[in-house]
T-cell receptor
Framework: DAGVIQSPRHEVTEMGQEVTLRCKPISGHNSLFWYRQTMMRGLELLIYFNNNVPIDDSGMPEDRFSAKMPNASFSTLKIQPSEPRDSAVYFC????????????FGAGSRLTVL | SQQGEEDPQALSIQEGENATMNCSYKTSINNLQWYRQNSGRGLVHLILIRSNEREKHSGRLRVTLDTSKKSSSLLITASRAADTASYFCATDELGGGGADGLTFGKGTHLIIQP
């Protein structure tokens, strides 16, 4: 298995532009998580899905953020419009909920909004 | 909000020495996990300890858990230069009723001097 795959690895965009981050979880995993990492706030859980259904999006900072999981092998996190304070590394992680909740992380998408 | 808080924030030791990192948390948990993050990479799961366990070993890693004090420690014995990374504790909170996201601390940055 190639692990959790995220794209793009790096994105530089201008304020006001739409940003779409993509994630392919590990095949067979039934939970998917989006985290954001910054120096100031550390790792923050934005949203997670169980069996493709969004369960808790209370961590999504604003309505500018949205996430979808149309099928078990793909998820997107969209920011529209982007702002400089959205600059961060965004991680996708997946797990198989079997009594433990061990996460496998992707390599992350580093977003810079100018 | 951050559940786990690691201590110290940064630690620098000589190769071959032991490194100890501590984590405190606030709520009741199912388990506590430790992850490592190398610079520019995603987090990698190291070890999991369940709420009914007090100590666990994996190779050069030793984890303890004290649920009465809501604290855990990670010991890395005979450190190597390759152990240089940030280490995070993460808690799987009790009563989630499904695959809830883990709550991460801000991490301990460990530097092993050759």
């Amino acid at each position: 298995d190639a692990g959790v795959i995220q794209s793009p690895r790096h994105e530089v965009t201008e304020m006001g532009q739409e940003v779409t981050l993509r994630c392919k979880p590990i095949s067979g995993h039934n939970s998917l998580f989006w985290y954001r990492q910054t120096m100031m706030r550390g790792l923050e859980l934005l949203i997670y899905f169980n069996n493709n259904v969004p369960i808790d999006d209370s961590g999504m900072p604003e309505d500018r953020f949205s996430a979808k999981m149309p099928n078990a092998s793909f998820s997107t996190l969209k920011i529209q419009p982007s702002e400089p304070r959205d600059s961060a590394v965004y991680f996708c992680a997946s797990s198989f909920r079997d009594g433990a909740n061990v996460l496998t992380f992707g390599a992350g998408s580093r977003l810079t909004v100018l | 909000s951050q559940q786990g808080e690691e201590d110290p924030q940064a630690l620098s030791i000589q190769e071959g020495e032991n490194a100890t990192m501590n984590c405190s948390y606030k709520t009741s948990i199912n388990n506590l996990q430790w992850y490592r993050q190398n610079s520019g990479r995603g987090l990698v799961h190291l070890i999991l300890i369940r709420s009914n366990e007090r100590e666990k070993h994996s190779g050069r890693l030793r984890v303890t858990l004290d649920t009465s004090k809501k604290s855990s420690s990670l010991l890395i014995t005979a450190s190597r230069a390759a152990d240089t990374a940030s280490y995070f504790c993460a808690t799987d909170e009790l009563g989630g009723g499904g695959a809830d996201g883990l709550t991460f601390g801000k991490g301990t940055h460990l530097i092993i001097q050759p």
